[in-house]
DNA sequence: GCAAATTAATGATTTATTCAAG
DNA sequence: CTTGAATAAATCATTAATTTGC
């Protein structure tokens, strides 16, 4: 399949690792190292040199990027996992409203609390922002959520929330973690059906990288 | 006044350049060397040698960490236009809601309106991403906002907020760039004073950066 | 004045993101 | 789409300014 194994075939432009070489180099990851030094390039380097033509910074590129590829594995599994308490928190939320409704036989409220504004600006920013990550800029979230303002024209009619308004005053009780939710007992009170969009079973640490960290870099 | 030309007089553990290679380097900054390629670090490195004791790698840092903090200055400075712009848009909205009310003779109904829930949660997020970024934490002001959500007690009461609804259904015209708003003339059909709070003369260009990208780097 | 304590600058590394070859 | 290569951004760490209490 790939040109890897064909050695000084073509002058190909970068380096293409042999199938044996992609192996001991994933064996040496495994085995802890992360971040080799300038000693232990050399002597990777030299090592691998038996299967094919190699240089010592491609090395220290290869694992430059898979230490690079393998944590932001983990951060966007930890964003899914984030996403999928979001999720499982809103579906209960709009599910104890359903029940809730029933019982008092409104049928019309649900749809118009999702109707709400609160609810569709929550959306709006949270939507805007999971965008921007999982693109990978991540700093454009915050410097785009900047230059966009609420420009609403002047309301004819009043509010008639005042009750929602002393609900929200307090900022620090307004918004709670959705980390702190425990997806596995949703509802004290009551069994609620929530769909499982995602698995939520991920149990990730990003701190579990030793990262033997050496100084050794060589630019000029 | 400072030692940074006392060469050799302590083993310093890294390197403090002196006035005149300051002066050089800043020099040749501006005169377009933004990257310089190895042979031009060579050659910058052997002249400033003169001048005091230095190394290739410190010519490579010391221009990558110049640009890097040129950029830096500049995103701030148009993070405080856009906020400044959000401030005025800010203020004009409510001085025109004032008026508005004025008219009606509705004392009341500005204060609603500032404690409305939507002004307040955009305020709520407004502040904590703007924290976030003053802070210079880029990536937590959009990974923290995941971590929040909006866990509301059932409301007892109906919203009665259809029209407002209806305005915010489209989510592309809900939210304007406030960059679309010119400031010097903030309300054609009505004057209306603003509170300057920032200067908003900046007139900033990112795109003004010449970038001559050499590719050269020798890492092992 | 003058050090201890803070804060701001900035040199050096590490990490994240982008580009482009295959 | 994968991944080597390169660049840019973020972070760490040390030094210089600056403040503060004496």
Redesign the pocket.
């Known amino acids: 399949m ?2 890897a194994a064909t050695s000084a075939s073509s002058p ?6 042999t199938r044996e070489q ?1 192996m001991i180099l994933e064996e040496m990851y495994r085995g802890g190292i992360k ?1 080799p030094n300038a000693s232990q390039i050399q002597h990777i380097t030299s090592h691998l040199s038996l299967y094919g033509r190699i ?1 010592g ?2 090395v220290f ?2 694992f ?6 393998d ?2 594995k983990l ?1 966007r599994k930890l964003l899914m996992h984030q996403h999928t308490l979001y999720l499982q928190n809103q579906l209960m939320y709009n599910q104890k409203l359903y029940d809730h409704n029933q019982q008092n036989n409104h049928q019309s409220h649900l749809l118009h609390h999702l109707d709400s504004p609160l609810h569709q600006l929550y959306q709006v920013i949270f939507d805007h922002v999971s965008f921007c990550v999982f ?5 454009d979230a915050s410097t785009q959520l900047f230059s966009y303002t609420w420009k609403a024209d002047l309301p004819e009619s009043s509010y008639n929330t005042a009750d929602l308004t002393n609900r929200f005053r307090d900022r620090d009780t307004m918004m709670k973690k959705a980390m702190g939710a425990d997806p596995t007992s949703p509802c004290p009170d009551r069994t609620l059906k929530t769909l499982e969009l995602f698995p939520i079973t991920t149990t990730i640490s990003l701190k579990d ?1 030793c ?1 033997t ?5 060589n630019p000029s």
Request: glycine share 2%; hydrophobic share 15%; aromatic share 8%.
């Open positions: 790939s040109p190909s432009s970068r380096w293409c690792p992609v971040t240089e910074k491609n590129y290869w430059q990027n898979h230490k690079a590829r944590r932001q951060r693109k990978g800029r991540v700093e990288q990262t960290s050496t100084k050794v870099r």
